[in-house]
Each structure stands twice: as C-alpha cells, then as structure tokens.
C-alpha cells in the first residue's frame, strides 16, 4: 500500500547557475520520511551546491524545493525545520560540550531543567556525557563531530543534513563513527541527507544513493542496485571496480573486443557496428578451474598478484587475443587452491549475465 504522507524532501526541476557556470541542471528527485540518502559524486557535480539549496543556504534560479508537502523554495533556514553537520565541526570554542549542544534550545523556552535534561538524553546517545564540561580543543576529532551531531539534533529536527561529515577525520575514527551515525538515524527514524564523494560511505550508510555528475543525476538507487546495476558508463566507473574493455556491438548480446566475440547481457539500443563499452566486476571474472565449461573463455598470463587483505587482486593479460587486460578478485580461502603466480598462464571466462554494456564511449561523462 502506497504511503499516503508526502515525501520528506522533493525537489522539482531545481537548476542553478554561478555567472556562466551551470551548477545544477532540472535536478527531480523525493526523499522518504526516515530515510537515509547519500549525493554521491565527485568534486564539483553539484552535490554540496543541492543540499544547500535545501537548506535555504543558497537560492535556486529555477524549480521548488518542498518539506513534507510544503512549498519552502523562498523561506530561511530558519522556517525549513532541520538540524546540518559539517565536515569543520564548526563549535564553539569557549563554550563547553554541555553549552555547545544547548546553544540552539536556549531560545526555545524550555526552562534551565528542561535544556538540561534535553542536553543530558542527547550527549547519552553520542556517548559523551562524561564529556559535558569539557571544551571542543580537550576532545579528538571523533569527539567533536560527535558534540555537533548532537548541537544539531537537539531541536528535535524534522531533517538532519550531513555536509561531509566524516571526511576530515582519520580513516579508523571515520569506520566507527559511520556505524554509528547510522545506527543512530535508525534509531531515531530521523530523515537524512548526507553527502559525500566516498563511495564506501554511501554504500554502507545509505538507503538510496543520488549520483550525481556535472550537475546532474545520473542514477539513483539502493546501493546494491547502483553497484550491480549501473545505469551509465560514468556510474560503473565511480562506483566501485569494473573492468572496462572497448568493443564493438556485432549482433544482439555479442559484440567484439579485438579477436574475441563476446556475449554480454542484453543492452536496448545497441545496433551492429555502435562502438560499446563492456563491464564486469573483478569479483565476477572466473579464473582457473571455475572458469572451465563457461562462455567468453580466453587464456591470460597473470601479470601482478596483489594481495589486499580478504581478497587478492590477480592482473591478467589475454593470449592470443588482441591482449585483454582484465583485474580478477580472488578469495583468501581461495587463493592457495588456484596456485598461482606473476607469468602463469590460467584459463578465464566472463561470464555474460555479468557481462554488462555501455552504448557511451570511454570519456563521455568524466
């Protein structure tokens, strides 16, 4: 059954434009209420500029921006109802962690008992109440984005927007924290927007991701839908590892790359002769005795092994095939059955259901 209650946030046909410079183009999209989405992009696609623009921070030139149904496009900050943590934390430094986190109740007329007891519940929940006479330069990082997530929680928000907030913190503090962010926008069931041009965040922390480029958006999805399911040759690229290889389309689901004909998932508008570009995850190229009695076989000489951790990063270098060069994932668990070293030659296959193809050419959207 449909959700009777307007989206959390909609923005319809939002553009922007800095003198000759389009930040924004017909920007369309809805955010739940008590979901979590992430503007994914890199520098410059426009992702910081459109969460401004729902924070009333800066004015759009075209479209509305609505909150729960209501027209805000022309309102303050102050009338639009969120809380916003940016990636300076942006406290002040002669007040307390206690004062700091009170600082936007002190004039909501809740009584000196009543701040307290507010600012007590929400240090509880950053786990900073030992903290609470203590002044931003005597906590870590870690620490004082935590005091400013709680600052912009406190008037109890109907929107919390997060401007990369992460993102100045050491990598080991920014892994705990954005478990914890996250655990805590469950709990609360308080809708947010967080942007960010680190791709691990998204895909760990969001519900729905917005990928946006050049100030559009090329894709908005679940993460395992924009990681399995790119819409766009930018999306593959950015999103995660994909091994790329330009081709020509020969036929439905067959195009060709150097001497090999490739079968690959079914791709509308793909005609004979398009150049395509093919795409499949390292994770998904089968190697050794996996990638026997498979289509799209070919042999490689294995030209590094890299090893990472959980997986090892195995390059490949196609035989007698115009040269395929391919990145192939492999388990730890895995690794010491293959036995393989730099120089072995191995069988490989790409299998075509994750063989995906691109009508753009490499370049179109970078």
Avoid: W
């Avoid at 553009?15 to 890199?42: N, Q, W, Y």
């Avoid at 990369?164 to 996250?182: F, G, I, Q, W």
């Avoid at 059955?337 to 730099?342: A, C, H, P, Q, S």
């Amino acid at each position: 059954m449909a959700d009777p209650r307007p989206p959390a946030v909609a923005l319809e046909g939002v553009a922007k434009r800095f003198g000759g410079v389009i930040a924004l183009r017909d920007v369309s999209l809805t955010v739940a209420e008590g979901e979590f989405v992430c503007f994914l992009g890199p520098s410059g696609c426009g992702k910081t500029t459109l969460l401004r623009i729902v924070a009333g921070l800066e004015p759009q030139n075209a479209g509305l921006v609505r909150m729960a149904g209501r027209d805000v496009s022309r309102l303050p900050p102050s009338q639009r109802n969120y809380g916003i943590v940016f990636q300076s934390y942006a406290l002040f430094p002669n007040l307390t962690v206690a004062r700091n986190v009170a600082y936007g109740l002190e004039t909501r007329r809740l009584g000196r008992a009543g701040v307290e007891a507010r600012v007590d519940a929400l240090l509880d929940l950053v786990h900073l109440r030992p903290h609470k006479q203590r002044y931003p330069a005597q906590l870590s990082g870690g620490e004082q984005q935590r005091v400013a997530l709680a600052r912009a929680l406190a008037p109890s928000p109907s929107l919390l927007l997060l401007d990369e907030p992460l993102s100045a913190l050491d990598a080991r503090v920014r892994l705990a924290l954005r478990h914890e962010m996250k655990a805590l926008q469950r709990r609360l069931g308080i809708t947010t927007i967080m942007v960010t041009h680190d791709q691990e965040e998204a895909l760990t922390m969001a519900d729905r991701i917005v990928v946006m480029n050049h100030g559009v958006v090329e894709q908005i999805g679940t993460p395992a839908d924009i990681y399995t399911e790119p819409s766009s040759l930018f999306v593959a690229r950015f999103v995660g590892h994909m091994n790329l290889l330009p081709a020509t389309a020969v036929q439905p689901g067959r195009a060709r790359v150097g001497a090999l004909t490739l079968r690959h998932r079914p791709a509308p508008g793909v005609g004979p002769g398009m150049a395509v570009t093919l795409g499949i995850r390292p994770e998904e190229v089968r190697v050794g005795a996996a990638a026997r009695d498979l289509d799209n076989r070919l042999t490689a000489r294995v030209t590094s092994v890299q090893f990472q951790g959980a997986f090892t990063r195995l390059g490949l270098r196609g035989l007698g095939d115009g040269g395929v060069a391919l990145e192939c994932d492999v388990a730890a668990t895995a690794l010491a059955d293959l036995g393989v070293k730099e120089g072995a030659e191995v069988p490989v296959a790409l299998a075509p259901d994750a063989l995906r193809a691109f009508v753009e050419p490499p370049g179109t959207h970078a």
